[in-house]
């Protein structure tokens, strides 16, 4: 009996570079072909790995839900040489 290894289906997964600084889920969406929802799955699984942290809310009008704001976080890696 031979081994054979089980090969991925589905399409390959999409790496996003988050900008810097503070970016609410419109600024990523406006540079990615991602749709939103995509995007915010990415979101929240970059948040529970710690790579984003929610920074607050920026209100739109006067009618709809604020955009939740975010930003990366530092790496302690990053920290020491941004201190030298």
Excluded: C
């Amino acid at each position: 009996m031979e081994t054979t290894t089980k090969t991925k289906r589905g399409r390959k997964a999409v790496v996003i570079h988050w900008p810097d600084g503070q970016f609410t889920t419109k600024d990523v969406a406006d540079s990615t072909k991602l749709s939103k929802v995509s995007i915010q799955l990415k979101i929240t699984s970059a948040i529970g790995r710690q790579e984003l942290v929610v920074v607050g809310k920026q209100k739109t009008s006067q009618i709809g839900r604020p955009y939740v704001v975010y930003t990366r976080t530092v790496s302690p890696s990053n920290a020491l040489t941004s201190n030298a």
